[in-house]
T-cell receptor
Framework: KNEVEQSPQNLTAQEGEFITINCSYSVGISALHWLQQHPGGGIVSLFMLSSGKKKHGRLIATINIQEKHSSLHITASHPRDSAVYICAVPLNGGGADGLTFGKGTHLIIQP | EAGVVQSPRYKIIEKKQPVAFWCNPISGHNTLYWYRQNLGQGPELLIR????????DSQLPKDRFSAERLKGVDSTLKIQPAELGDSAVYLC??????????FGQGTRLTVV
């Protein structure tokens, strides 16, 4: 069963700062997910990636399959980016298995 | 296109009472998941459906939890009777062939 570690658990930064959140997992995977959760509880999928790098607006996600590590970066951070960011990987590595999730990184961007 | 729809958004019940959550997945998504998220933790899988078949329910506490997905579309998750420790956010997600999983807004359950 895959295990996911995220860091940091909590992060407070000033508006405009470059943010990095890290994720490590234990079992080889088909793809890794970065998710965003707002206080109401709903989860939005930001990225699903299996290699290299993806970019959406100010968000960038990278993955190193050999090292079983991924990072989520936010450039020019803004208070509206404040949320919990969660890394998730397939429970047993791939297929339609359910996901196993990190505990999340609680990000606060101060104006 | 509508996303994954869950209801209710919030539910407060007394312990020992029954409660049910409903999920309508994205049209055409054969795979449906129910997750439970305790405060400060990541979600944990309760059950996975492929169409109407529960293919992984190993984490579902079967003494009080039950789920069904009639006709392989909507799904309900039931707890009877609820305990204080069941207070959590219950998330539904669906996935199509070759697509990523899409999540609903969740149902926040408080058992008092």
């Amino acid at each position: 069963k895959n295990e996911v570690e995220q860091s940091p658990q909590n992060l407070t930064a000033q508006e405009g700062e470059f943010i990095t959140i890290n994720c490590s997992y234990s079992v080889g995977i088909s793809a890794l997910h970065w998710l965003q959760q707002h206080p109401g509880g709903g989860i939005v999928s930001l990225f699903m990636l299996s290699s290299g790098k993806k970019k959406h607006g100010r968000l960038i996600a990278t993955i190193n399959i050999q090292e079983k590590h991924s990072s989520l970066h936010i450039t020019a951070s803004h208070p509206r980016d404040s949320a919990v960011y969660i890394c998730a990987v397939p429970l047993n590595g791939g297929g339609a298995d359910g996901l196993t999730f990190g505990k999340g990184t609680h990000l606060i961007i101060q104006p | 296109e509508a996303g994954v729809v869950q209801s209710p958004r919030y539910k407060i019940i007394e312990k020992k009472q029954p409660v049910a959550f409903w999920c309508n997945p994205i049209s055409g998504h054969n795979t449906l998941y129910w997750y439970r998220q305790n405060l400060g933790q990541g979600p944990e899988l309760l059950i996975r459906y492929e169409n109407e078949e529960a293919v992984d329910d190993s984490q579902l506490p079967k003494d009080r939890f039950s789920a069904e997905r009639l006709k392989g579309v909507d799904s309900t998750l039931k707890i009877q009777p609820a305990e204080l420790g069941d207070s959590a956010v219950y998330l539904c997600a669906s996935r199509g062939v070759g697509t990523e999983a899409f999540f609903g807004q969740g149902t926040r359950l408080t058992v008092v």
